[in-house]
């Protein structure tokens, strides 16, 4: 087949839209032009893409502790261009890639789009309306007043949102949900407005990369208009090629085909492979010459998921235990973040061990470039349609149409993309009918149950579909069948055993705990004043459940006492800083012990993910992430615990400790195991070794007790006593003696006391990768070790630290402002914090 030869770059033009500006106005007062013009209106700049609560905080207008109703008014945005000779007769389109949620666009004073999803694209063809000069108007109307408009009421109510009718309209919760996050609505355009115009435009391009055995396929279709029919087309996937039908249809011609690549590489997540991505173009050859379309890399690869007794996903053929947690918005005043930011946060995400994230029903539908960068980082998604809780009026044919749109759009859209690996069809709607008394008939729809699912099936082959999360078993929300979300350990206050009894197979969101971030965070809140956890503001940032009448720091402190053995109300009264440090560990000691217990030997959980990754704004919010993108403490604990190899620790009672070795590689792993019982500060009561081969894509168990070969009471649960230890650790290291991972399990936390930072010896080097590396080492047992320095990142953080080990730990900048290195360490045994001394780099 003859190739077309080197075609000229990205064809389509975007017309330069001039500066933007936003009025608020009163409901219905008058309809455009007549107001655009008044001088006494009072216009403030604005941010497309972007949201009226975004362009209000830039003007100094937004007040999170009292944010403006701004649902209770229409907004306006004005912008201008210039479209010289009427863009010489080439095609010229105005795409809208969202718009939230009513809104109406005008155009030189004529009104060419009436939108009401925010979840939907919009392009209109505007070729015969440009003038020299125009004028861009755009109306979101007040959600307030449409709210009170009559509809017919639910079967069930949700104390997620205030108005049950919001079911009505296509709009993100997320904003809208008391006691999660930010009262800050996503109204505006929140996603690009771009003015395009070429010699040809490619609309409803339809990308999709299949598997046929071990053929990756990809078929494409596409509408195309312009001036004149392009002589020849191909679809170009790295060096492989083939031309493309091209079939004259309305006032454009449709463009089809598909490309067959044999033995092609596979994309898997990065715990289990390489993420192998292909590059991929359309020409379009007129009249000898080409023009290229580039698109996103693609990536095969086959999906499989297992529910005979459990929920298990497979890629590839491998079984792969999911963990990750539930992404939230990079922005919630933007409504996104841009690509240097999400690269930030994915990429801290795939270094801590995460291999899947989910998208959930109460956010939105990400960007492309979110789902570009999961596809290069080998990141699974968990894909939700937009909806939770409410009992939406699928029923309602104009209802129906429009999200039938939106769901064809979406697929349709990710459908190129190999990260996205499992569609659900809602959050909690099976869950909130069944625990308020519905029959099982009303737990679900055809809509979920038949139309959404075949939708998928349709356009985007080769991926799962659950109906909703939780669901399966007698009712949707039991722990030990099909999918749950598990906040036993959490919410509900059950103790660290409950994991084992609870059986869970695979839940997309679990753990939620008010994580306390670090001190810096705390102080942007307080205003750099002494944190106190009762004061309104703070407490306003903590997340709570609609209707309860506690929220997640209680739930914390709950477990504080039980870790700690320390009472929080009088900590939080006499001794500010040690509540805070002991907050910060507690919820992260709780995390992990879920995940020894799910990636065990005894457990069938097939993944987990955790409720959520990074929080809406800054305070003790649910992500192991704040905000500013900066890892809080339970981000290092479940870093530990996410490890392709991974060592844990699970207590069996009467029969001692169980060490449980996870090699998810493919390659066999050849070493030693260690455990070492001591007793505080660092006297050794017990010490063992033991060789070890853990084959790949296996996990073994061990016997602690096997391994000791003497009875010790490892676990104390004879109690013959007093116990002779305060704390056992497992250590796993390879054949080259590299530390895979540690465990610990305790007996009395905190049981000598505090030590003297002169029991520490620590120093930090300048490396020549122009990194800053921190050695240390100790005389005792250090508890929950934190290193700090202003303005870089640590690889590693609240750890355990054996005595007489050596602990490396890697700084890296936080950005190119950094500063001066100025490292210091804390322990939650050491009596004051120690200065780390930093030297040159050595040559």
Request: aromatic fraction near 10%; charged fraction near 20%.
């Amino acid at each position: 087949m003859s190739t077309i030869p080197c075609a000229a770059a990205d064809p389509v033009e975007a017309l330069t839209l001039r500066a933007w500006s936003l009025l608020g106005r009163l409901p219905g007062l008058t309809t455009p032009p007549a107001f655009t013009r008044d001088e006494h209106c009072r216009w403030l700049p604005a941010v497309v893409p972007g949201t009226v609560a975004q362009a209000l905080d830039v003007a100094g207008e937004w007040d999170f502790a009292r944010p403006t109703d701004i649902d209770a008014h229409e907004w306006w945005y004005r912008t201008t261009f210039a479209a010289p000779g009427a863009v010489n007769d080439r095609p010229c389109r105005i795409c809208f890639a969202g718009l939230a949620t009513s809104a109406e666009v005008w155009l030189n004073g004529q009104k060419i789009l009436s939108a009401d999803n925010m979840f939907r694209t919009y392009s209109i063809d505007v070729g015969s309306l440009l003038e020299d000069e125009n004028e861009l108007l755009l109306c979101f109307r007040s959600l307030t007043e449409l709210l009170k408009q009559k509809r017919p009421r639910p079967r069930w109510k949700t104390n997620l949102v205030r108005n049950q009718q919001l079911r009505w309209h296509r709009t993100s919760l997320v904003g809208r949900i008391p006691g999660w996050a930010p009262c800050a609505p996503a109204i505006g355009p929140w996603r690009d407005v771009r003015l395009e115009t070429a010699q040809v435009l490619l609309d409803d391009l339809r990308i999709k990369p299949t598997l046929a055995g071990t053929t990756g396929v990809v078929t494409i279709s596409a509408k195309a208009y312009g001036r004149a029919a392009p002589n020849r087309a191909m679809l170009q996937v790295d060096t492989h090629e083939a031309e493309l039908s091209i079939v004259p249809v309305d006032e454009g011609w449709t463009i089809t085909g598909e490309l067959r690549i044999p033995n092609v590489p596979l994309w898997s997540p990065h715990t289990h492979g390489t993420p192998h991505l292909h590059d991929c173009s359309i020409l379009l050859e007129f009249d000898g010459e080409p023009i290229a379309h580039p698109q996103a890399p693609l990536g095969f690869r086959k999906v499989e998921v297992r529910t005979d007794d459990r929920f298990a996903v497979y890629i590839n053929g491998e079984q792969v235990f999911c963990r990750g947690g539930c992404w939230t918005v990079d922005d919630l005043l933007a409504r996104g973040g841009d690509e240097a930011t999400l690269r930030r946060d994915l990429t801290l995400a795939r270094d801590a061990g995460t291999n899947m994230l989910r998208v959930g029903g109460t956010m939105q539908y990400e960007s492309e470039t979110f789902y570009r960068l999961c596809d290069e980082l080998g990141l699974l998604v968990w894909q939700d349609f937009m909806f939770a809780n409410m009992d939406y009026p699928v029923d309602d044919a104009g209802f129906r149409e429009n999200i039938r749109a939106e769901a064809t759009e979406q697929l349709a859209r990710l459908a190129r993309h190999p990260s996205v690996v499992i569609y659900c069809g809602n959050s909690e709607i099976e869950q909130q009918a069944a625990m308020l008394g519905m029959p099982r008939e009303r737990w679900t729809n055809d809509w979920f149950a038949r139309e959404l699912p075949e939708l998928c099936r349709a356009l985007h082959p080769g991926t799962a579909y659950v109906p909703s999360t939780p669901t399966g078993g007698v009712l949707p929300f039991h722990t030990h069948t099909g999918i749950t979300h598990y906040y036993g350990v959490g919410a509900y206050l059950r103790p660290t055993t409950d994991l084992r009894r609870a059986d869970v197979k695979f839940t997309p969101e679990c753990l939620g705990f008010a994580n306390l971030p670090e001190p810096e965070t705390i102080y942007a809140v307080t205003g750099g004043a002494h944190p106190v956890m009762h004061d309104p503001a703070w407490k306003q940032r903590v997340p709570r459940d609609g209707g309860a009448g506690w929220d997640f720091e209680d739930v914390r402190d709950r477990y504080l006492r039980e870790t700690f053995g320390v009472d929080p109300s009088q900590l939080r009264s006499f001794d500010m800083p040690r509540y805070l440090e002991l907050s910060r560990a507690v919820t992260g000691e709780m995390m992990a012990a879920a995940f020894a217990e799910w990636r065990s030997t005894h457990s069938q959980c097939g993944g987990a993910l955790t409720w959520f990754y990074k929080d809406l704004w800054p305070g003790a919010g649910w992500g192991v992430v704040d905000s500013t993108g900066l890892p809080k403490a339970a981000y290092y604990y479940l870093k530990r615990s996410w490890q392709t190899r991974q060592l844990t620790l699970t207590d069996e009672g009467l029969n001692g400790l169980d060490l449980h070795l996870t090699n998810e590689t493919d390659q066999p792993c050849d070493g030693l195991v260690e455990l070492q019982m001591l007793k505080s500060p660092g006297t050794v009561v017990a010490h063992a070794v033991s060789p070890v081969r853990v084959n790949g894509r296996s996990r073994q168990r061990l016997s602690g007790d096997a391994i000791l070969g003497i009875f010790t009471d490892s676990a104390y649960a004879y109690r013959f006593g007093p116990p002779q230890h305060d704390v056992v650790m497992a250590r796993w290291c390879d054949a080259d003696g590299a530390v895979l991972g540690e465990a610990w399990h305790f007996i009395r936390r905190l049981a000598s006391g505090r030590m003297s930072p002169h029991t520490v010896n620590a120093s930090a080097e300048l490396a020549a990768d122009n990194t800053y590396r921190v050695t240390l080492r100790a005389e005792g047992f250090l508890d929950t070790v934190r290193l700090h320095a202003d303005g870089y990142l640590p690889d590693d953080n609240y750890f355990h630290l054996a005595p007489g080990r050596a602990k490396v730990v890697t700084f890296l900048p936080r950005n190119n402002s950094a500063g001066e290195f100025r490292p210091t360490l804390e322990a939650l045994n050491l009596d004051t914090e120690l200065t780390v001394p930093v030297t040159a780099a050595a040559h």
